[in-house]
């Protein structure tokens, strides 16, 4: 039903191929228009409007390590650094 379509990016001016894949998931969001930009260009442009994340220093309640979390450590919340996160999240 849906074939791959080369695009050109208006941001850019490179061509970009937007997959049956990909307008197979706009057209099940009920999206009509196709992207006007690449991928680099989207994300450049996400990323542009995001503000940088303030970071702070904890100590890892899991394996003790120094931690950055993006939110501010209290008691009541415990803070991980990222490998026993990623641990944490793969338990569940």
């Not at 791959?4 to 999206?31: H, M, P, W």
């Not at 006007?36 to 990323?47: E, G, I, L, M, T």
């Amino acid at each position: 039903m849906f074939e791959d379509k080369t695009l050109v990016c208006k941001e850019c001016g490179n061509e970009f191929v937007f997959t049956a894949g990909e307008q197979e998931f706009y057209a099940s969001r009920g999206f009509e228009n196709e992207p006007q930009r690449c991928k680099s260009c989207r994300d450049a442009r996400k990323n542009a409007t995001r503000g940088t994340r303030e970071m702070y220093e904890a100590t890892c309640a899991a394996c003790g390590k120094v931690a950055r979390v993006p939110f501010q450590p209290r008691e009541d919340r415990p803070g991980y650094c990222s490998e026993c996160f990623a641990k944490m999240k793969e338990e569940q």
